[in-house]
């Protein structure tokens, strides 16, 4: 008997663990793609999680190869897609970028990445 408690409490507890991880909000897509070449400079970044967003923690920033700013400074989460954060761009020069986000899921856990992307000659 005593050895079922046991293996129920671990059963439980793995259980529990697995929620835990799949609360936090992981970065689904991005447009433009991660390690994409795009032709044209594009007007934002749009990027979707997993998770819906806390839009007075979360952001995004743009920068080129130089680690200045490209973008617009208006990052947001969209209100009619609480799981979409997007920044409006300068017009980008061909290149790399790098995208830095960070964010707060509604039910509190930060994520952070980065990843890059190139406008093409």
């Given at each position: 008997m005593k050895s079922i408690r046991t293996i129920l409490m671990?059963?439980?507890?793995?259980?529990a663990g697995v929620t835990i991880a799949g609360a936090h909000a992981h970065l689904q897509r991005a447009d433009p793609r991660a390690k994409s070449t795009v032709r044209t400079s594009p007007a934002q970044v749009?990027?979707?999680f997993t998770e819906q967003l806390e839009p007075a923690f979360s952001s995004v920033q743009v920068v080129n190869e130089s680690g200045q700013r490209v973008d617009k400074g208006d990052s947001q989460v969209d209100p009619a897609e609480p799981k979409q954060l997007h920044i409006s761009l300068t017009s980008l020069s061909p290149g790399t970028y790098k995208v830095i986000w960070r964010v707060l899921s509604v039910d509190g856990h930060v994520t952070k990445g980065t990843f890059t992307f190139r406008v093409g000659p």
């Open positions: 671990a059963v439980s507890l793995l259980l749009r990027l979707w």
